[in-house]
């Protein structure tokens, strides 16, 4: 095993890792703030993606140009869901909201299956095969620039939560929302805007990687165990720890893949992933934002 | 002729003579109703059901429901050309039963089937789901005809209800590396190593160990063998491991969207062999391989069941299918074709629908009319056509060709790939 | 007027004889089913008590204690493999292997469940970690020679025998998943009323609160995940068995964890019948849209998300939770 191949390896992981790290940012805000798993995430990035897919496949339009438009309806997407399923129980106990979530995410994937048929599709860019090579070690334009649409939208999110009012509103709402009711914040609206911001990261996420990996209604499914597992490893809530945990488990996952076959590759994440939720289940930046 | 006729009466027909001669109409048709069920229930004679377990939904719809047509097709042009003769010409009627892709699902498949009065099915695409399902089919007695499926042990059980028409592993694997032998030292050569790459289903699991073993008879080597889960939707790592091998040969079986998936990782990462070699590869054989990717699939083969292009019986079908779905007949459509007329060719001979006596009949097929490159079809005890034979076929100027055995060839073949 | 009634769930008190009649005459109701139904309900039967089995299963450890796990098809794969390995390399009777099935389920269970509370796990890491150890069984099945990898393992087909557990008639079937559910249902319907029941309940209201009054919450759990993982790992074994065919996907797959749970939550977590209930209405549905959208695979599945939804936000306790509801207004209008 050269050099090269394990370099070329750790730079996959460290490009698939970014996009997970988007995905999670969407769950551990969601988590932060309202502390809701939401299992329907994958889901939402599968919307994201054949949003990416119709737009190209029918308006011609290139799916990065498209996050103009994934964006606003995922953000829609998750505003309803919060407000009319999830605000409604909001105050039922963990399990039933995770349930719910499920509930949604079993609809979501099945309604497609049944609105676009269960076909993998291809959105094909002109410029899918082009590859930048440092001697030996490639690198696929497409996951480059998906890597750089996650940073991009991540550094924006942690921005808006850091330095704007709105951000403070929000990390006022999930640490203390009665204090932040007390304070006039409108911890109602905070829930849905998040949840909205969320959906649209997954959404992003979902757009990002459209252009190299097939759309077919249950791909969410390995986004979001994945995401999962990023998010406890990160911590729950900490926007950084989900997009440096996506990193590792990333790099987790193309390193497996080097020493087990096939299906197994995600072995070692998962192993980290039971191994964090034993020893430090607040993850690696755990509590903080 | 002896005056069989009774003493008239000036009457003519006595009263009690036409009671009787009704009588001996009625009992007649009563009798002839049971034995000759076509001839005295009048109007048309009753449709034969034939069942198909294929995943017409699912992650395999698109290759299912090619079989579906190339099924259809047949069953089509039986009937126009009268039915089964030997039983009134009875029509032939398909039953489709949705696999969606999982061997459980063609459990259920069988049972309805059988109870639907299927005096015999095919199907199923995938080995997975075709060593499930004719066991059941086993279980109640009921003739399958697998049309595609792979895996050698399918026919490795001792069954007696279960036949088929593709060349199975140990005939596809052990000939596709064969081939590549004979090309390679007919363009002067040296071919040592493949690099293999498959899923990790029944099929490819079970080519890919085959081209192992018998790789060393003729001096070549398997030096990588890379399993993919068919629903792992990224494909680089294992292709990385692939082009780290360097080998002579690249191998690869697998159904038709991660066949395309694999291909295009494997241009993408620079995977330069001296040529890409399919083995019952779903996508390499199929012209939608070609109009998806384009000119990167130039010049690449797969070692798999074809029709035999130079019979004027294959180029009907050529032209039927063409007519109908406005695109060349894939290579699985043509096994799903075939056995419906290997099925109409045993009824013709059993002159019956009962599940025994057809199944005896398939048994004792001696098929020389048919659309494949090899000898008659004839089933060996274990149910296997003996004489399947594959071919090679490769991308030339955007067509796909069948270039090996020279006996088949329909164009000259280009080895090694031009870098 | 009718003098008043116990309620079912008190503490010592029995049904009535007339509660026990009906019970009875439903049972040999059901007995004579399967001559009068064609085989495709007689399947749908059989579905409907092996779910309820492994429901129930579920229902001891996320309904009565409270601890939610989104994993157990781990028990019902264990089970699965365990008993169709030793038929198929040993030639091992699946009823003794049925027995070493529940054995190794029962292992796994306190090996996973021993991590997860001594570590504190509970509520949704709680139903995550199941998930991480059903997918990591479902990667290992996939992966390993040795279990048939992605192929799955075929039983051999050897006709009907009782020594084998294999019949080609369902009646059989029909009556085995029908016993071990009434079984099933009894056991938990007598374990509501004893001290360990009530120390489930305990558990599942308020864990620190138990633990601050002296409950062993650890001890608890972990009897709660022995019967949960037993059951539903001899549920397996009864499938496989049923099926004559196991693969990776149809044992330790996710959806199998969301169709064992799912029936218990919509027919009423924490309570005797309400996995039996969830089956009744789940069940038939999956087979009959199955069936009706025959190229639309995922319409059952649509239903059922939309069903969870409805529940969750609705119906939190379940059918039975309605079903007691209306029983009560009932019995308050009565007198």
Redesign the interface.
Known sequence: ??FT?IL??LL?GLL?GGIYGLVAIGLTLIFGVMKVINFAHGALMMLGMYATYWAFALLHIDPYVSIVITIPILFLVGVCFQKFLINPIIDAPEHNQLLLTLGVSLFLENIVVFLW????R?VKTPY??V?FYIGDV?I?LLRLLAFCLAMLVAAVVYLVLTKTDLGKAIRASSEEPSGALLVGINVRRIYWTTFGIGAACAGVSGTAVAPF??V?PT?GG?FVITAFMVVVLGGMGSVIGAFIGGLIVGMAD?VG??FF???M?NLLSFVIFILILLFRPTGLFGGSK | MANTKKKRGNRGISRRDFIKGTAAVGVAAAVGSIGFPNVLRGAAPPEIQIGNILP????L??LGNQLKNGAVMAVNEINKAGGIRSLGGAKLKLL?A?S?G???LS??GV??LD?AGAVAIMGCLQ??VT??AT??A???RVPFVVSVAV?DKITE?GFKYTFRLQPRAAQMAPQTVKFISDIARQAGEKVKTIAYIHD???FG?SLSGLVVETAPKYGMEVVAR????PR???V???V?KIK?AGADIVMASGYF?DGV?VFRAM????VRPKAFVGCGNGAYSDQNFVK?LGDMTEYVMDGNYQANPNSPLAQKMFDHYQALYGQKIPPSAVFAYEPVYVIADALERAKSTDREVLRNALARTNLKKHVLPQGPIVFDATGQNKNAQIALTQVLGGKIRVVWPEQYAEAKLVFPMPS | MREHQPQESCLGRGLSWQKWLIIGLIVAALHFLPWTF???YV?IMIMIFLFTIMGQGWNILGGYAGQFSFGHSLFFGLGAYTSTLMFVHWGLSPWIGMVFSCFIGIMMGLFVGYLSFRFGLSGPFFALIMLAFAEVFHMIS??WKAVG????L?I??KGTSIALMQF?DKKPFYFITLWMMIGALYLVWRMEKTRMGLYFLAVREDNDAAEALGVNTLKYKMVAMTLSAGLTSIGGTIYAQY???I?P??TFGVMNSIEILIRPIIGGPGTVLGPLLGSLVLTPLAEFTRLAF????GVYLMIYGAILVGVIMFLPDGIMGLAKRVFYKMRKEVG
């Open positions: 095993m050269s191949y070329q390896t996959d698939m048929s269960p076909d993998y291809v899918e095969f590859y490639s696929s990996f097939p077919y791909v390995i193309s893949g080097l076959p096939g299906a590759k | 017409l939904s699912g992650p719809a698109y489709d949705d969606e999982k061997a459980d459990i259920s049972e309805r109870r080995s997975a060593i499930v066991q059941v086993e279980k109640y895996a059980r990790n289903t029944a699991g890379v399993p993919y889960s792992s939707a990224d680089t790592t294992e990385r780290a969207s998936r241009k993408g990462l620079r998806e | 064609p085989p495709q399947h996939i992966s990898a992605a192929l799955g075929l051999p087909l080609v099926l004559l065919y693969d996907d149809i025959q190229s639309y695979g």
